[in-house]
Structure formats: C-alpha cells, structure tokens
C-alpha cells in the first residue's frame, strides 16, 4: 500500500489522547502522534470492490475522512500497511487498496498511523527525548520536561548521552536558563485543551490551543529539520520554536506561523549559524508574501479575501532568517505551514476547517488553524499543509 509522507491529527479524533494542564498528559499525546497510533479498533468485516476496500466497524469505532490509518493482520496482505480513509460513516470507512476483489479475512485491526522514522531515545518521569531516525535526517534531539501545569520545557541538543545531558544545546542557558517554553494549558488542572499535530519524518509540528473554553488561539510551535537554502546544505538548519518563558498571553510571539521577531528570546532557535561556526542562533521567520501580522488578520498587504477580482484565498511559506533582526536573508524555508497575506479569514474559516489547494498547493489539503497574539481571542488564521510532501528527499 501507499505511504503518506504527512500526518495529521487532532485532538477531536476518536480515541486521541486528552491533554489538559496535568504534567505528563502532553508527552502521552506526542508519543501517540510519533511513535503508536491510537484509536485501534477491530473490524467486523472488510471487502474490497474496483480498488476499494470497505471496512465494516462496530458503531462509533469510525475515522475521520483524510486519516491516515495502519492496518494489519488482513489477508490478502496487500490490504495492510497505510491508507488514507475516503469516506466514513459511523460504523464504515473506505479506503484506496490494491488487493483484489473479494472478502478479507483474519483479525483486522486499524489505527490511526504513527508518523514513523521517529525514536524516544531516553525517558524518565514526565520526560522524554525524541529523534527523528530517518536516513537523510539531522539527527538531533529534542528533549520535552512537561513536569509542569501548565506547560513544557523544551530544548534541542546536538548530541545526548541520557535523559539530562547533551552537547550543543539550542537555546543555551545563556539564552533562556532550562531551556524553551511550549504553553499548553492557560490553566492547570483538567480542563481538556485543543491541540493539532502535522508532521513528516524530519519535523514534528505542535498547536496547542490553551483556552480550555474553545479553539481560540493556536500558535504552531515545533521541531526538526528545516528545508535550507544553502545550494551545499546545512546540517545545521534544525529549528526549536520556543517561547522564553510560560507566559500564555504572548503565546504567538515567534511561533512557526508569526512573521518577524520583536520580542525578545521568543522565535527559533538552530544549533549553528548555517556557516557551522559557533553555537545556538535566534532566528526570526517572515513569510515570502510581505506581512509582518497575524496571518489572515488585519493590515495584510494584498487585502481582504477572497480577492474580489478571481476568488482567490492567497498563502505563501515562510522562511527562517540567517538571524534574529530583519536585515537577515531566507536561511531554510519552515515545512508544512503556509502564511495568508490578505484579511478577514476569521469571517471565512472556523478551526480545522480545510480548502483544496491549487496551482503550487495543487491537491493538497490546507487545514486552517486560528492565531492571535494571546489565547483569548482570534484573529487570524494559518494553514497547514496535511497532504504534503514537504521536502523533495
């Protein structure tokens, strides 16, 4: 069967893991996303018919249209490995297979898929280290602390030798003392909160919405491997996005989908400048399409969408600059996540909605997420890319 270089989820899906303000209720979700799948369910019956295979679940044990599921244990054995699911009724899903016409048999189970090529190098209490094992990645860890209530500790390390040790840390402790902050949860205790994850085999995307009250705002955080420009490479361009401290009202402050910089030890740190030389560098993002706002909020610069005169709902990427003040150039392109530089999209979208791409997004699902520079409000929405591939190797 096919294999999906993108995975998405979120935290509507059946079966996907709560997160509240509780220490180590995050770690849980992000070992579901990476590493398990969830959401594992035994079908009563599938059948394959002109390419498609339907799969007869027991009520309520359904997948949401899009998923990417892992199925095992059928025979013929073309229907197992990924798919994405087609359609979906409460107690059906079909799905694209190459197996011949006819029933299956055997224990069928399916899952939501695990993203893959990822490892948890160490773990500890309500810690843990994670590393992306694909051949072409960089190879660098990111270790999580969520010992916290209301959010988790986060640095990137060149090299580890357990759970607390590295060499080459990114942000060094000159930068921000104990590492980056991720805010999960406005508050602690069990309120549940939304979140949404998208990642490929070289970089884990997070978007916690920490207003237990709805879907307000939703800043994309992550780690990885960025898409550099150099035309040699850059081993370096691993990117942390972190904020300074566990302040939830500037939770957008130098996220993923926030152009520019402006506050201070908020954006994205890499372990090297891209000539290798030195240690950990703060870069700002800016997107290719001008803007330095909320994306899909007030004040863009190609006005409000959809544009009056073809219809049109514009998105660009966004870029890391080679440091942290605006004359820097592009240094690597940032995976998966798309800028809007035109206004009103909280007139448009609600949260999770998704649009069909064109042209250079051609067939690729964007669904869309709500920004604003606090979690109380929205203002603005970004996309990100579910379908990809984002990176050419």
């Given at each position: 069967m096919a294999v999906f270089p993108v995975k998405y989820v979120h935290s509507g899906m059946r079966g996907a893991p709560v997160v509240s303000g509780t220490p180590g209720s995050r770690i849980g979700a992000i070992d579901a996303f990476l590493l398990t799948g969830f959401g594992a369910v035994t079908a009563q019956r599938v059948t394959v018919a002109g390419g498609i295979a339907t799969a007869t679940l027991q009520a309520g044990q359904s997948f949401e249209p899009h998923t990417v599921i892992a199925v095992a244990g059928a025979t013929p054995d073309a229907l197992n490995g990924e798919a994405r699911v087609l359609t979906a009724t409460p107690s059906q899903i079909t799905f694209?297979?190459?197996a011949a016409d006819g029933p299956a048999s055997g224990t069928i189970t399916i899952k939501v898929a695990p993203v893959g090529h990822w490892t948890k190098v160490f773990a500890g209490t309500n810690k843990a280290v994670y590393r992306s094992t694909h051949p072409k990645a960089s190879g660098f860890y990111l270790r999580v602390d969520d010992s916290a209530d209301t959010y988790m500790r986060v640095r990137g390390f060149e090299s580890m030798s357990d759970i607390d040790n590295g060499t080459g840390p990114f942000p060094t402790d000159a930068q921000i003392a104990g590492g980056g902050y991720w805010v999960v949860?406005?508050?602690?205790?069990?309120?549940?909160?939304n979140w949404d994850f998208?990642?490929?085999?070289?970089?884990?995307?997070?978007?916690w919405a920490p207003d237990a009250g709805g879907h307000i705002s939703a800043p994309l955080r992550g780690f990885g491997d960025l898409l550099p420009r150099a035309p040699a490479g850059d081993v370096w361009a691993v990117g942390l996005s972190c904020?300074?401290?566990?302040?939830?009202?500037?939770?957008?402050?130098?996220?993923?989908?926030?152009?520019?910089?402006?506050?201070p030890g908020r954006g994205?740190?890499?372990?090297?400048?891209?000539?290798?030389?030195g240690s950990s560098r703060l870069s700002y993002t800016a997107s290719y399409c001008g803007g330095g706002d909320i994306s899909g909020g007030?004040?863009?610069?190609?006005?409000?969408?959809?544009?009056?005169?073809?219809?049109?709902?514009?998105?660009?990427?966004?870029?890391?600059r080679a440091g942290a003040a605006y004359h820097f150039g592009?240094?690597?392109?940032?995976?998966?996540?798309?800028?809007?530089?035109?206004?009103?999209?909280?007139d448009i979208f609600s949260p999770r909605?998704?649009?069909?791409?064109s042209g250079p997004l051609a067939g690729r699902r964007l669904v869309m997420l709500p920004a604003y520079s606090y979690w109380g409000q929205t203002n603005g929405f970004y996309a990100i890319d579910t379908t990809g591939p984002w990176r050419e190797d």
């Open positions: 694209a297979t190459a949860a406005a508050r602690p205790g069990n309120e549940v909160v998208a990642a490929d085999a070289r970089f884990f995307a997070a978007a904020l300074s401290d566990a302040n939830s009202n500037g939770i957008y402050a130098g996220g993923l989908s926030a152009p520019g910089g402006g506050t994205l740190y890499l372990p090297r400048s891209y000539t290798g030389q007030d004040n863009q610069p190609l006005g409000p969408a959809p544009n009056p005169v073809d219809g049109s709902i514009e998105f660009c990427r966004l870029f890391a592009p240094r690597a392109d940032l995976p998966g996540v798309l800028y809007c530089p035109q206004g009103g999209l909280k909605d998704s649009v069909t791409g």
